[in-house]
């Protein structure tokens, strides 16, 4: 059973910058996409970014492109996402997900990490 612990996030002022952390643990067998995704209260979890474990090729979503980097570790099995010139709209609860491939849909993840809050204030 693989298991995803999150670490990072908090509070930072807009333009600051956080790293979120995604450590697995349990087994990789089947697990090739690990991604980002961020939620609000009252929406549905929004795809961010994701990184082949095979490859190291990424994906974002356009509001986060060029501020943030995914990136991983494979000697860790952990994956960071680096977030730089933050705004106040990056506020939401941030969750690692892995899955088999790249999915825009967050029902397609086989697991999830437990979510970690982060904080933009203007």
């Known amino acids: 059973q693989v298991q995803l612990v999150q670490s990072g996030g908090g509070l930072v002022q807009a333009g600051g910058s956080l790293r979120l952390s995604c450590a697995a643990s349990?087994?990789?067998?089947?697990?090739?996409?690990t991604a980002w995704f961020r939620q609000v209260p009252g929406k549905k979890r929004e795809f961010v970014a994701a990184i082949r474990w095979n490859n190291g090729r990424t994906q974002y979503v356009d509001s986060v492109k060029g501020r943030f980097t995914i990136s991983r570790e494979n000697v860790k099995n952990t994956v960071y996402l680096q977030m730089n010139s933050l705004k106040p709209e990056d506020t939401a609860v941030y969750y690692c997900g892995a899955g088999v491939t790249v999915f825009y849909n967050p029902d397609m993840y086989d697991y999830w990490g437990q979510g970690t809050q982060v904080t933009v204030s203007s």
């Open positions: 349990g087994g990789a067998f089947g697990i090739y996409v």
